[in-house]
């Protein structure tokens, strides 16, 4: 239809200067063809959208909608991969001054994004981790080996949706979990990349 021709033009539109460049037409433009994808289930176009809205408008009085919105479409669209569940968060220790903090640790050979939605939105990339490899299924793990990247995160407390998936490796399977956030607390999580054998082995 129109409105889809139109919408997968759009980023072309703007950058041959088709469209008046205004803070109120283009970015409301980006926002509703999110939402006309979002709802059509096409979410990588979905997720193109709101990104190039982050990426050229930052400070724009939309942010926060725009922020949850998007990570409400990438938790879509990795359930809709078929993605694997994660286990609840479990505080690993208290927080001085009463925040909220969590910490993430990539232990893959893959840089990983992990989005966090609920209270407010938070999307981190974490580099890959040179010298981790890719776990066997049978592999047993104890804990975390300690030799990845980490990102510290302060969230305000309560329900979030999350989502962990690699950023270049189609082939690997994300991971999404509801985790409950308390105040005053700190969690600590690592990621990693388990390969099972194929049906055909």
């Known amino acids: ?31 509703s063809c999110g939402q006309n994808y979002a709802q059509a289930k096409q979410y990588g176009e979905a997720m193109d959208m709101y990104e190039t809205f982050l990426k050229e408008y930052p400070n724009h009085p939309f942010l926060a909608t725009i922020k949850k919105d998007l990570g409400t479409i990438m938790i879509a669209d990795a359930r809709q991969k078929g993605a694997g569940k994660l286990p609840p968060a479990v505080p690993s220790g208290f927080t001085f001054d009463g925040t ?10 893959h840089p990983l994004r992990i989005v966090l ?20 299924a049978s592999a047993e793990l104890k804990s975390c080996p300690n030799q990845g990247y980490i990102i ?5 407390p309560g329900h979030y949706d999350i989502v962990a998936k690699s950023i270049v490796g189609e ?9 409950t956030l308390s105040k005053g607390y700190q969690y600590e999580n690592c990621f990693f990349i388990v390969t099972r054998p194929s049906p055909e082995s």
């Open 1 to 31: 239809c129109i409105r889809d021709s139109f919408c997968s033009n759009l980023i072309t539109f703007v950058e041959r200067e088709l469209i008046p460049n205004t803070e109120e037409i283009i970015p409301a433009l980006y926002q």
């Open 100 to 109: 909220t903090t969590v910490q993430i640790r990539n232990e893959s050979p």
């Open 117 to 136: 939605n609920g209270p407010e939105s938070q999307f981190e990339e974490i580099p890959a981790c040179k010298d981790c490899k890719e776990m066997s």
């Open 152 to 156: 510290n995160m302060t969230l305000k």
């Open 171 to 179: 082939t690997v399977s994300p991971y999404i979990g509801k985790w």
